[in-house]
């Protein structure tokens, strides 16, 4: 990006375009197996329902699903949220805790905005997702990345970095087939991170945006169901079980946040799209969700195991990867001398991309790690790209 | 608003929800004419016409209108909106120099977030936007007033702003039958603001809602139309000109700006709805918006005459009004020692609704004035609204 004629906000210096970004979009040929994006596949949207349903909404609600409407939401459509992440979270919640976002990247966003001064602190899982390093970033905030395992955030690193950092306002966590390291937390680890936050007083923000996306084990409870203080935000989105283009999402704050949050979107963007949350509403009410989400997982497991079975037969000695229940990414795991970039571009001459670890620790480093993401290319290519993968990395380890 | 019991960001002590606005909620009982929204004609939206048009997108393009899509926006669309402003706005963009918003509230929070620190400058127009006002009160600026007439911002008033007041860095103005004035800026003035704005290398805002909805007069260029020195922020919309409910809407931003308003939309909700997008471009394609916005100029400009007509026969001495040559709101001008939330209050008894001035100078004062939007109501409403209006101003200068 070119110096800017004219004078910017101080935090632009810390928003930089993505290198990784920009080297990946040079790839975006047929040719290239793209473990890259953490795009769901396209082939399971209702297209033909969604026609049907825009003609209902219009037909029977008219110009109203046209004309601007309120901030915090569509009130049916907040109903049926409460009632399925009730139902599916084993939360307690109400239509009158719910505000509808853009998308789920929205929720970061203005969680941001009401929470961050320059120079707060947002304590975050390592690694942690990319988007919502980007979307705090704008408040200039530190990042402290607390330990975490397969189990998840670990209470003890938690309690640390609290006591060590003043300041403290956003715990972020992913607690369900993390992005970007496939990890689910164990429930003590909710409980005991859900406990530890509510005692802090400080905001834990609970992205859940892959949570319904469970192959196989049991279901876990939401943080948010966990949280006796209201003390948790939960993120939920439409993008990963519905359409993401339509750019639906929600959030379930604390009754003293809500407000704060309605104010700022209302600065933001005075409402999402009022004919799609009406769209959304529908569809919910006619079709629900199950029989979608069925056919997500099914799908979806199918690449994971074609992918982890060239990983297990093909990857060297000294190279580890996740396993993850649900969700959309792996996480490859490289001996640490491994330059991450390097070992992209040898990939991308293969014509297969995915995104390197360094790009979700905030605090730098960590270059030896990819995400590899199994949801978007037919089983066939899954398997096709991975064995490429495997072929560059043996070359780059010998 | 209750206490936070979690430590907020400090703006959130600059944004406070509007008392106004809370008066308003309680008064949308049907029975009260209100001409305080900024709403559009709902009967004007073409409902029928988008139902099959969402049919046809779904059907020809499948679930690609449902998945990701690009930050910047849709490729065809930003062509359509750049021909379309080529030939409505006599500009010379193209659609490379334009991103799509998720309305035009989502281009003013962007540029706040983009060029504003703490403590820098906004310049506008006295009275301005509110929304203008909430939007850049995220990033804590200062604003400074510049003394507005019937032919827009006055050049003196705007440089000796600029030579009093250090890190001023937007200057902001709605140039086209303003929000909430009414009034449109001579071509004298249009093309005197642009020229200091750029010799001060500060990025004037444009914000132009309203610049087609013309009833009457000969159209006058954009401040983009005018700009030799890419200086000028765009806003664009299809509120106005189309459905508000879709929030879809554009910015044409300076080269060095560009690609910061991509970044930063791409934290703020990755990208405007692709379904949205895809509507509204295949709408441009099928009908254009030549017809619709005859048919709105037409409507308006009856109410607009008939509030008029009432205001111009009851009005005691005294008081006075503007006579927008297009757009969606008039102004009225109180004697000096009215209290606008007194008037407001006694119209509410009366079931006559407005926004009194006092919300529009983001450095206070001014009650003295009230905002009356004449496009939402039907003109029988419109005129036995303004009569209670009018009886009791009457009733409070006795």
Redo the contacts between chains.
């Keep these: ?12 210096e810390f ?1 930089r ?1 993505s290198e990784i970004r920009e080297l990946l979009k040079l790839t975006q040929k047929p040719e290239v197996i793209s473990f890259a ?1 953490g ?2 596949a ?4 209702p ?2 329902e ?2 049907e349903i ?2 209902r909404v ?2 029977t609600e ?8 309120t901030t915090e939401g569509d009130p049916p459509l907040r109903a049926l949220i409460a009632e399925r992440m009730n139902r599916a979270q084993h939360t307690r919640v109400t239509a009158d805790d719910i505000m509808i976002t ?2 789920s ?2 929720g970061l ?1 203005l969680t941001g ?5 320059e120079g ?1 602190v947002v304590i975050c899982e390592s690694p942690t997702y990319v ?1 919502a390093i ?2 705090f ?3 200039q905030p530190r990042f402290v990345e607390v330990e975490t395992d397969d189990q998840g955030m670990v209470p003890e690193a938690l309690a640390a970095a609290l006591a060590a950092n003043d300041r403290v ?1 956003i715990i972020y966590a992913i607690p369900d087939f993390q992005n970007p390291s496939g990890r689910t937390w164990s429930l003590e680890r909710r409980q005991a991170v859900v406990d530890i936050a509510a005692r802090a ?1 400080v ?1 834990l923000v609970e992205d859940a945006p892959y949570a319904e996306l469970r192959f196989e084990g049991e279901p876990l409870p939401a943080l948010k169901a966990l949280d006796e203080h209201d ?1 948790v935000v939960f993120l939920g989105t439409f ?1 990963k079980i519905f ?6 999402a929600w959030l379930v704050a ?1 009754a ?2 809500l ?2 949050y309605i ?2 979107k ?11 949350q009406r769209q959304v509403a529908c569809y919910l009410e006619q079709f629900g969700l199950e029989d979608n989400i069925a056919r997500v997982i099914e799908v979806y497991r199918e690449r994971r195991a074609v992918m982890m079975a060239v990983l297990e037969a093909e990857l060297p000695d000294g190279v580890t990867f996740t396993r993850p229940e649900g969700g959309l990414f792996l996480w490859v795991t490289l001996p640490e001398h491994v330059n991450g970039r390097d070992l992209l571009e040898a990939c991308l001459k293969r014509d297969v991309a995915y995104v390197p670890g360094g790009a979700f620790y905030p605090c730098g480093g960590n270059e030896n790690h990819a995400r590899l993401n199994f949801s978007f290319m037919p089983p066939e290519r899954v398997e096709e790209g991975a064995k490429r993968f495997c072929a560059v990395v043996r070359e780059f380890l010998e």
Tied chains: 1, 2.
């Design positions: 990006m070119t110096q800017p004629r004219h004078s910017l906000a101080r935090r632009m928003l375009a994006g795009l769901p396209a082939e399971l949207f297209a033909a969604m026609a825009t003609r219009l037909e008219g110009s109203k699903a046209l004309q601007y409407s853009s998308g990247q929205q966003d905005k009401i929470l961050l001064d707060d988007g980007g979307a970033k704008a408040y306002k007083g905001v003390n993008s359409c993401p283009g339509l750019r639906c604390p003293d946040l407000p704060r104010m700022v209302q600065g933001a963007d005075l409402h999402t799209s009022t004919l799609v």
